[in-house]
Each structure stands twice: as structure tokens, then as C-alpha cells.
Nanobody, 125 residues
Framework: QVQLVESGGGLVQAGDSLRLACVAT????????MAWFRQPPGKEREWVAG????????SYEDALKDRFTISRDNAKNTVYLQMNSLKPEDTAVYYC??????????????????WGQGTQVTVSS
């Protein structure tokens, strides 16, 4: 069974850091583009960051690029999201997504083929 399992979320204070992990089981992600999205309470799911299979193409939502870092370890079948200087507005459910299509990934939700169940991140002020 193909699964993406996110972990590392939790309740933190503003200014703290968190590192999210997304482990793939039942498939290998080494040839897939991967991404993180998030869904704040009461809002639509939104793009956070993406990374190509070989990590040469990385992109971020503009407002997050100075604080968030996406990375991957294909040997561990895992994608990470390092989040620093967290703010209350970063409160959201964070989702990992992947897609095996060749070529550059897109930031739109419907591009991505498989998804994790999400991990809650809550940042208190």
C-alpha cells in the first residue's frame, strides 16, 4: 500500500523551529517530484515548497522562502521541511505530496498524484 506519512508537527511558540518529515512506504520516491502544502484553519490548501527528484530544482512560496527549507534524502525515502522563526500565521495542517511525472513540477494541487494525511502545526503567540 502506497503511503506518505508526515511527522514532526506539534504546538510551539512563535519564534520556535520545527522539522517536518514525510516518509514514503510502499513506493520509492527517488524519481518523483515532491512538495509540501499547508491548509490554515478555515482556508484553502496552499503551496509551501517543492523539490525535484535530484534536488536541483527547489522553489518556495515567496513569503516563506527566508524561513522554510525543503530537502530530501532519497536513500531514506524521506522529504523534510525545516521551518524556522515560526509565526502564528504558520498554523496549519501540513501535507506532503508527490508525483512521478517527468519534467518540472507545478504548484497547483491537481498536479500532485499522491498525498499524505497531514500533520498539525500550531504556533502560539
Amino acid at each position: 500500500q502506497v503511503q506518505l506519512v508526515e511527522s514532526g508537527g506539534g504546538l510551539v511558540q512563535a519564534g520556535d523551529s520545527l522539522r517536518l518529515a514525510c516518509v514514503a512506504t510502499g513506493l520509492t520516491i527517488r524519481n518523483d517530484n515532491m512538495a509540501w502544502f499547508r491548509q490554515p484553519p478555515g482556508k484553502e490548501r496552499e503551496w509551501v515548497a517543492g523539490i525535484s527528484s535530484d534536488s536541483t530544482d527547489i522553489s518556495y512560496e515567496d513569503a516563506l522562502k527566508d524561513r522554510f527549507t525543503i530537502s530530501r534524502d532519497n536513500a531514506k525515502n524521506t522529504v523534510y521541511l525545516q521551518m524556522n522563526s515560526l509565526k502564528p500565521e504558520d498554523t496549519a495542517v501540513y501535507y506532503c505530496a508527490g508525483d512521478p511525472k517527468p519534467g518540472r513540477y507545478l504548484v497547483t494541487e491537481n498536479y500532485w498524484y499522491y498525498w499524505g494525511q497531514g500533520t498539525q502545526v500550531t504556533v502560539s503567540s
